[in-house]
Every structure is written in structure tokens, then in C-alpha cells.
């Protein structure tokens, strides 16, 4: 007889909440932290070594890595001189200039007319840009004093023919080479200071050096108009080819056993090779160097930057030498 209600369920158990997972994949969602050090992963390395045992043994070649290109320190195919005097400087030596960039509101001093004059004569095209046209064609560290110049690549001299060239005059060569200058602005500088003493060029190895770059220009004011600058193949070639052409060679090093007052070699036949400032003369250019030449400076200061070491020197040569030639 029914008892009108619900059908009994017997001992079943009331239902509560159910289990979940939580905290099962937590410590997936954690992420495995910061990235080992390349020398921690050693699994990488023993991945590698087996994969190429594995080709080895089967005979299949490596995937070849692909080689990294060399940024060259050379300039390209055209160049921007930037800067007043340099832009000037350049004009006056006939530079094969191509355009002429002003600035738009740029002041017309006497270099910028006689810019303008000269474009004008040689019928170099004149663009005027805005300010902010041309702050992003010039390299970042340029100071374009509201002009640039554009030139085609620089045209680099040989050693040995400006060496004959300089003995065909009957005049005492006087150069300097650069070993490991890889800044454009101390080349720059170096150019300068030699065109203001009377040297007759400036000597860069082909590779890992400073080029005459738009920095390079800038910072020679103008000079690398005016003073050759000639690239060599290898510099210690070259240093050898100089002394057997009479040219006595002298490295520029804080540790040098010859002082440089009253230098003896000074009215010679002279080479000037400036190491950098962190490694010094190559082991190689400075084996076949005549003397080692060092600066006396101050205790406290600990070395010269190539550029000023290189104008001091360049400065009491040329001292010493009118000395000779009054006598």
C-alpha cells in the first residue's frame, strides 16, 4: 500500500562536494623560471655532440652555420661631409661633390656664401631641406652646422707612391701610420695635426682601422682635403718597405726606451706609427720599428689619447727640424 510519498533510497549517502584537482597543476603554471646560463647547459652541448656522431656515422653532412658578415670599416659609396669648414675645405680642394644639402633657416656667414659661390661656379645642385630632414641624414654624433656635402667614396693614395712622390720633391718624408685606430674622429684628429706639421700623409691598414669616414672628414676640419691619405695592405709590408727605402720607423709607446725631446732621428727620413690607446704597437709593427719612442708625461696621468700623443710628437719633429734647417 502506498504511503503516498517518495520512493526510499535505502543507506545512499547524501552527495557533498566533489573533489577537485586543486593545486595539481600548479606548479606547471609556475613556468620554470629564468633561463640558465650558457654555461649551465651542458645538455644543449651533449645534444650537439651526439646529433654529430649520429651524422657522422650515417654519413650525412652538418647543416653548415652561416657565416657571420664582417662589418667593414671602409666608407661606402657615397659619404656625407658635414659641417662648415669641412664642406668648405672640401669645395676648395675640387672634391668631386655631387649635392649640396642646407638647412632650411641656416645663417649665410662668409663660409656659407662662399659655399654657395662655389656650388654655384662648378654647378653642384643645391637642395634646401628642412632642419629635421637633414638632422636624420647625418650620422647621430655629427654636427651639421645647417650643411652637408655629398661626396663619392673616398679615393685612398698608395704608401710607396706618395713615399717616391714625397722623395721626387727632394723634401725629408715626414708620415705617420696608424696601428689599430679604430676610431674615425682620432684619425680625424691625427690628419689634422699631421697636414699642420708638414707631414706628408697619413697611412691605414686595410683591415680593423678607422676609414675616412664622414666623422673623419668632420674632425679633420677640412685637412683630409688637403693630406693624403693612403691605405696599406698590411701595415707591417709597408713598414718593411719604408725602412728599405731609407725611412727610419718609430713607435709611439708609453714604455719606449728613447725619450722624445730633442729625438735624434727627427731631421731623418720618418715614419710615425701610433698604436691605440688600449692594446699599443702590434707585436709584429713594433719588432720592426728603430726605436720606441715614449712621451714624458706625469705621473698621475697614465697615457695619451693617440690623437694627442701623435701631435706632440708631430710637433717636436718639426721643432727640431726648422732648429737644423736654421743652422
Known amino acids: 500500500m502506498s504511503t503516498g510519498g517518495k520512493r526510499p ?3 545512499r549517502k547524501k552527495k557533498g562536494p566533489l573533489k577537485g584537482t ?4 600548479r606548479k606547471a603554471l609556475e613556468g620554470k623560471g629564468p633561463t640558465p646560463k650558457a654555461a649551465d647547459r651542458h645538455w644543449a652541448k651533449d645534444r650537439r655532440r651526439r646529433a654529430a656522431a649520429e651524422a657522422a656515422g650515417s654519413g650525412q653532412k652538418q647543416p653548415q652555420r652561416r657565416p657571420q658578415q664582417r662589418r667593414s670599416s671602409q666608407i661606402s659609396d657615397v659619404e656625407l661631409v658635414t659641417g662648415r669648414n669641412s664642406a668648405l675645405e672640401a669645395l676648395r680642394a675640387n672634391i668631386p661633390a655631387t649635392t649640396v644639402f642646407v638647412a632650411q633657416g641656416a645663417d649665410l656667414d662668409d663660409r656659407m656664401r662662399e659655399i654657395v659661390q662655389l656650388a654655384a661656379k662648378r654647378n653642384i645642385p643645391m637642395l634646401e631641406v628642412t632642419r629635421q630632414e637633414m638632422d636624420r641624414m647625418v650620422p647621430f654624433d655629427a654636427v651639421h652646422q645647417g650643411v652637408a656635402l655629398k661626396v663619392p667614396a673616398y679615393e685612398y693614395a698608395d704608401p710607396i707612391e706618395l713615399l717616391e712622390k714625397t722623395v721626387s720633391r727632394a723634401e725629408v718624408p715626414l708620415f705617420v701610420a696608424l696601428d689599430g685606430i679604430t676610431d674615425p674622429r682620432n684619425l680625424g684628429a691625427i690628419v689634422r695635426s699631421v697636414a699642420a706639421f708638414g707631414g706628408h700623409g697619413v697611412i691605414v691598414p686595410q683591415r680593423r682601422a678607422a676609414g675616412m669616414t664622414a666623422s673623419a672628414w668632420k674632425t679633420s676640419a677640412g685637412a683630409a682635403a688637403r693630406l693624403p691619405v693612403a691605405l696599406a695592405g698590411n701595415l707591417t709590408n709597408t713598414v718593411k718597405a719604408f725602412r728599405e727605402a731609407g725611412v727610419f720607423v718609430i713607435g709611439l709607446d708609453g714604455d719606449g726606451d728613447v725619450s722624445l725631446p730633442g729625438l735624434d732621428l727627427a731631421t731623418s727620413p720618418l715614419l710615425v706609427v701610433v698604436g691605440s690607446e688600449g692594446k699599443g704597437l702590434s707585436r709584429l709593427v713594433a719588432e720592426h720599428c728603430d726605436a720606441i719612442v715614449s712621451i714624458p708625461i706625469d705621473s698621475a696621468t697614465e697615457s695619451l689619447n693617440a690623437g694627442i700623443a701623435a ?12 732648429e737644423a734647417a736654421a743652422e
Open 9 to 11: 533510497t535505502g543507506n
Open 22 to 25: 586543486g593545486g595539481h597543476g
Open 311 to 322: 701631435s706632440v710628437t708631430l710637433y717636436e719633429v718639426s721643432k727640431l727640424r726648422a
